[in-house]
T-cell receptor
């Protein structure tokens, strides 16, 4: 069966510090991968999606970046965090088929102080 | 960019009352999906609608996709405390990109 792992689950970082969130998927190959951000009490904002290794599309301009060094690994990074980067970050995958449901990781809660 | 709006943002109901959330997209969608997020949790897939005018039911939940494929609704009959959570619609365009609605947070009062 397929599983998705996301870590760390919680982190508190000072403004200006770097960030690295990692997501891996097991049990499938060539998945589409997504990073979403959810601000407190808000909806999900699509940040990045990837249809293959090294292929990253960004939805919004920001100080975040994403990389896909391996087929089932998706990394969200920042060189210098801003207060506005606080939120709940969710990694998700789907099979890349037309009309495929999204499977979400448990999420990473980031607080920037 | 693509926008998907949901109303209401919050809904408080007495247990046993019905609940409806509405979803509207600024563009035509290839399909629409619905997710439920429990407090502190991650979104979990409920259902997908593909055809214009499609209606699907899951026990007390009824999902509809509009004729123009730009709006959708989720109706829960006789709510229970286990229905508590935030319900999101998500519209998919032709590029495998999913745009989530703003969500409706449902509180069920026992």
């Amino acid at each position: 069966s397929q599983t998705i792992h996301q870590w760390p689950a919680t982190l508190v970082q000072p403004v200006g510090s770097p960030l690295s969130l990692e997501c891996t998927v097991e049990g499938t190959s060539n998945p589409n991968l997504y990073w979403y951000r959810q601000a407190a009490g808000r909806g999900l904002q699509l940040l990045f999606y990837s249809v293959g290794i090294g292929q990253i599309s960004s939805e919004v301009p920001q100080n975040l970046s994403a990389s896909r060094p391996q087929d089932r690994q998706f990394i969200l990074s920042s060189k210098k965090l801003l207060l506005s980067d606080s939120g709940f970050y969710l990694c998700a995958w789907n099979r890349g088929l037309v009309f495929g449901e999204l499977f979400f990781g448990e999420g990473s809660r980031l607080t920037v102080l | 960019g693509q926008q998907v709006m949901q109303i209401p943002q919050y809904q408080h109901v007495q247990e046993g009352e019905d609940f409806t959330t509405y979803c509207n997209s600024s563009t035509t969608l290839s399909n629409i999906q619905w997710y439920k997020q429990r407090p502190g949790g991650h979104p979990v897939f409920l259902i997908q609608l593909v055809k214009s005018g499609e209606v699907k039911k899951q026990k007390r939940l009824t999902f509809q996709f509009g004729e123009a494929k730009k709006n959708s609704s989720l109706h829960i009959t006789a709510t229970q405390t286990t229905d508590v959570g935030t319900y999101f619609c998500a519209g998919e365009n032709t590029g495998n990109q999913f745009y989530f609605g703003t969500g409706t947070s449902l509180t069920v009062i026992p």
